[in-house]
């Protein structure tokens, strides 16, 4: 034990949507400078964890600390520092097609401009945008393109320029790898893997990507009936002893875990 405080801990989370309960007591530590997997099966509530923490989705009962506060207390105003220090890849990209990939990539800077009442100019938003195209191994003309006018992992890539662009203390990946090709997605994962150590931020990654998993995790958790069931190493997801987490990391239809595979 180190005494440390985790960058995020969460106790007792629970959720229900109706009589559907999707988490149900979840503890989970993770440590400063950690890149941490959360694994499961579609529908298990992995999202919907990642929503508690960003605040989109109201818990029904359990903590979440951000360094060492519990931020389901505070008020949206007093909530929204520590939300800002987080920054997130959706699953889809997620990016404003009405905008150009600059302005996409540079969007949080220039809305934290506004709120914070010291405007980055759009000379230099512009510019920012092209380094960080550039970190993520794209030309800064690609900056006058539209989203639509790329392929998935080009928009990938511009979906992680955007999330590193304010230099977030915490990252966040929603299955960064869902929709790529194998090599494709190994390229993603990799610029993840560079961007959070040069940034020396906390990452939690969903996914149900093991080959992902185990490059972009140091720690990884397994959710399943509303709890993580098992923590461990990421280069353990493999070979974890746990029978749960070794029919699905494995892909086996027989096993402890109950598909319910009607329509
Ligand atoms: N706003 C909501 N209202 C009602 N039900 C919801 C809501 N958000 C999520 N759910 C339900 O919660 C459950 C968990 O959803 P969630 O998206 O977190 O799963 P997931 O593990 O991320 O799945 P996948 O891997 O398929 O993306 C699902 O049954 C989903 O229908």
Redesign the pocket.
């Known amino acids: 034990m180190t005494g440390q405080t985790p960058k995020i801990r969460i106790r007792g989370l629970c959720k229900s949507?109706?009589p559907?309960v999707?988490l149900n007591g979840v503890d989970l530590d993770v440590m400063t400078g950690t890149s941490f997997v959360i694994i499961?099966?579609?529908?298990?509530?992995?999202?919907?964890?990642l929503?508690c923490i960003l605040g989109l989705?109201t818990p029904d009962a359990g903590t979440i600390e951000i360094d060492g506060v519990d931020v389901t207390t505070l008020s949206p105003r007093h909530r929204e520092p520590y939300m800002e220090k987080i920054g997130m890849l959706f699953?889809n990209a997620a990016l404003f097609d009405s905008l150009t990939v600059w302005e996409n990539v540079a969007f949080g800077l220039m809305a934290a401009g506004r709120q914070h009442k010291h405007r980055i100019s759009r000379a230099d938003a512009k510019k920012r945008a092209g380094e960080l195209l550039e970190q993520v191994g794209m030309d800064p003309a690609v900056g006058a393109l539209s989203p639509a006018e790329l392929s998935g992992g080009m928009q990938k890539r511009v979906g992680l320029a955007r999330a590193i662009a304010a230099r977030p203390e915490i990252l966040f990946f929603d299955?960064p790898t869902t929709g790529l090709d194998p090599i494709m997605g190994a390229v993603i994962d990799g610029l993840i893997v560079d961007c959070v150590r040069k940034l020396g931020s906390t990452a939690i990654a969903?996914t149900?990507d093991m080959a992902s998993a185990q490059r972009i995790g140091d720690q990884a958790a397994m959710?399943y009936e509303g709890r993580l069931i098992w923590q461990g190493p990421a280069t353990s997801l493999l070979d974890s002893g746990n029978p749960i987490v070794d029919q699905f990391t494995h892909g086996r239809r027989e096993g402890p875990i109950k598909v319910d595979v009607r329509v």
């Open positions: 949507f109706g559907k999707v499961g099966g579609s529908g298990t509530g992995k999202s919907v964890l929503r989705v699953q299955e969903i149900h959710l």
